[in-house]
């Protein structure tokens, strides 16, 4: 019996002849014809995403960044917290966080992707929160390399993984838990990415939201790998087995697959919303002529080496300029390509490729959960009929 089950099931008798599973739901699919519901919409207001124009920026600017919490944002003063470093190490580590500003720090300009970012635009929808395109966001990540204190920890042979357990608790599918996730120790104490245990964010303090006190940092991940309110880290000799790690987080094409874990960023890319929206439909309008199309690109599997734009409904596709070099090679790439709009509606898409071949499919690559979908963008817009009419 793995570990989660054992923690649901202490859980489903605690309480006085009620459960869990009157209050928590398995996953399920949406009917074909099902609007979002009130419980997605309740997610999608305390989860927000990054207004796209604000693709614009080189770092996210505070409040701009996307947010995913799975259950309550926890409060923790600063006074109040301790690191525990522990398990099989042979000194095991407690930091308060004078002890922890005291190793060198270094920064690092880290683009997070929530994995579920997409899941919206699938059909059938995989019920849970309803991303389209928006779970991005880019952050100057500043504190101690994890392998630092792994290193200061000694860690004992026969290790396999390190477990890393947030602040905050809830229920998922019937199942009472702390969020964890694991590493595997090659990654966790690995150079390249350089997993970090971050305190500062663009130069500041941790917001409540993004983790405050202190977070993980894994540049090239998903999200789900970035524990926030970080209290304990914990080296295993088994593989993990809790519920983020081997129920949640998998890509599978139904129930009972075993999957695949959902681990590195698939590459993206996404433009900069052209002219301006439509209050409801968001619809872009443009006037005639000459139009720059700009935008942000990434991958967190090799380094974005091309973006291609196509403005005929994908007839055809451009190759787009990038800008950015390796200096920041786990953030987002801008790129720009000159649109010439003529009057009528169009369909602008926008597809990244990596170093490593990896691109982004033209039809949507469905996995249950709704993970890692990065489809092609398409940007609708209307370009009015001449240049002064409004
Ligand atoms: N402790 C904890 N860490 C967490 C989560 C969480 O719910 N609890 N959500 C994860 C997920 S799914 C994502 S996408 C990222 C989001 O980070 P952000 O809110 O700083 O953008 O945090 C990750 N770390
Ligand atoms: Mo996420």
Known sequence: MTAWRRLGGKADNAGMGHRLDEVSAPARLAEPEEGIS???????????????????????????????????IPY?????????????????????????????????????????????????????QPWLVEAVGTAEWTGVPLRVLLTEAGVEPGAVDVVFTGADHGVERGVEQDYQRALALDVAMGG?????????????????????????????????AHVKWLREIRVTDTSFTGFQQAVAYRLRRDAGDEGEPVTRIAPRALLIPPGFPDFMSRTRVVRPGAVTLEGRAWSGRAPVTGVEVSTDAERSWCAADLDGGDEHRWAWRPWRFAWTATPGPHVLSARAVDAEGHTQPLDQPWNRGGFANNLVQRVPVLCLDSEGAG
């Open 38 to 72: 009130q419980e997605e919409l309740a997610l999608a207001a305390r989860n927000h995403g990054m207004p796209l124009e604000a693709l614009r920026y080189d770092v996210t600017p505070p409040g701009l960044h996307y947010v995913l919490t799975h259950y309550d």
């Open 76 to 128: 923790v003063p600063e006074g109040a917290w301790e690191l525990v470093v522990g398990g099989g190490v042979r000194r095991p580590l407690v930091l308060g966080m004078d002890e922890l500003r005291a190793y060198p720090a270094v920064t690092r300009r880290v683009t997070l992707e929530c994995a579920g970012n997409g899941r919206a635009l699938l059909t059938p929808r995989p019920v849970s």
């Open 192 to 224: 390249e990415p350089e997993v970090l245990v971050a305190y500062e964010m663009n130069g500041g303090p941790l917001p409540p939201q993004h983790g405050h006190p202190v977070r993980l940092v894994v540049p090239g991940w998903y999200g789900m």
